[in-house]
């Protein structure tokens, strides 16, 4: 009789950067599958499900080939009065990705790595927030929103609508 052998198959290592880039684009699939932002006029816009948050979603700029777009819930941070959590998204249609290009927490990014920060510090924060607004979506979509969920909501108060854009 001849003794197992375990046969260790080696799969090639996905590098940060790949794995960043397979984020987008998850993160452009759970989008467009919930909310399909590309095909929304510019404007706010409000999910509601039963038993959870109200989500806001607001499209800031249609461009030929990128969709700009916030989402948040109507809590504020106390010490700013901006919503918290928030992630600002860049939705590239041609490349089908969606980039969490900052996230809000109460701090703006140079705040957090500094003025001119490496690339792996850069790569490292890319991934995390990217990371967050996949788990978000995730939970969003498990809660019951999408399409039929969402509907369009009043303006923006003029004064904090892009107050925490640096």
């Known amino acids: 009789m001849h003794a197992a052998t375990p046969t260790h198959r080696h799969l ?3 590098s940060r950067f790949e794995w960043l880039m397979g984020l987008y684009g998850e993160n452009f699939q759970r989008l ?4 399909q ?12 499900v039963e038993g959870g948050l109200d989500l806001h979603l607001e499209v800031l700029a249609l461009h ?4 700009e777009l ?15 959590p928030s992630a600002y998204v860049r939705l590239y249609r041609d490349a089908r990705q969606a980039e969490a290009t900052h996230c809000y927490i109460g701090r703006r990014w140079q705040d957090v790595l500094g003025l001119r920060p490496s690339v792996q510090v850069m790569l490292g924060h890319r991934l995390r ?9 995730d939970y969003l979509e498990g809660q019951g929103h999408g ?6 909501a009043g303006p923006a ?6 107050a925490a854009c640096a």
């Open 147 to 152: 399409p039929h969920t969402l509907s369009e």
């Open 12 to 14: 090639p290592r996905l």
């Open 70 to 84: 916030r989402l948040s819930y109507a809590m504020l941070d106390p010490a700013t009065g901006q919503p918290d």
């Open 32 to 35: 467009t599958r919930m909310f």
């Open 37 to 48: 932002p590309q095909a929304l006029a510019p404007g706010r816009y409000v999910s509601r």
């Open 64 to 67: 030929t080939y990128t969709v």
């Open 129 to 137: 927030m990217n990371g967050f607004l996949n788990k978000w979506l």
């Open 157 to 162: 108060p003029a004064d904090k609508k892009n």
